[in-house]
């Protein structure tokens, strides 16, 4: 029973969770980003501020989800993802190869994104202010995203905790029923006890009564000799 209440504390806890998070982002920001050990090309990021504990989480699932949208083969490596010779439709019509980061640092998550039309041919504002516009917009809508994720992930742990908390009670209640019967059972086994110290004292009266007769038998042979 103290497992069950517990798990209800925390399902209701999971509850609030849901609405009590918040998610804001500074403004996207054009800058060289560092995509290979010793190289850097002109990118965009956004960085999330007040995120919960399964933010980044969250947003690696948006990112994928995304690029599964867009029917884009990509490379997957500790939350970066790579994708080369590729048309990313929301992005331009044209082949690209697509780099997305994703790190988190001190409760704060920054989200890059570089895209090359050609050999170190990066998107910059100047040059291509469509796709530069594209991608700052897909940034600022990965925040709608991760919030929306995070509840995804919110209403999956509500629900393994409603099923942790059935399964518990499915168990109070066989466990219930298994002691009914129990109970029954002993009442039975007491009832036929008490009719066998019954049966068993009276059984010793007679037994009783029997060695006093077979006594004084005894007695009054005794007194023939």
Known sequence: MKKTNTLFFVFLITIFSVFTFSVSAQNVSEKAIKIEKKKSLNGFEIQFDAMSEDAEEALE????????????KYKEKRGNYHAEEVIVKQFSDKTSDLHIFVEEKKGRITLQAVQTLGYDLAVNSKDHSQEAQNIR???????KEVELEQINLQIAAIQENLRKIEKDLDKNLKNDAD???DIEDYKKKIAEAEKD?????AEQKENEQKREELKKKITELEKMK
């Open 179 to 181: 002691w009914k019967n």
């Open 61 to 72: 699932i948006a990112i994928e989800k995304w690029l599964d949208s867009q029917k884009i």
């Open 197 to 201: 110290i019954e049966k068993n004292a």
């Open 137 to 143: 917009s897909w940034l600022e809508n990965m925040v």
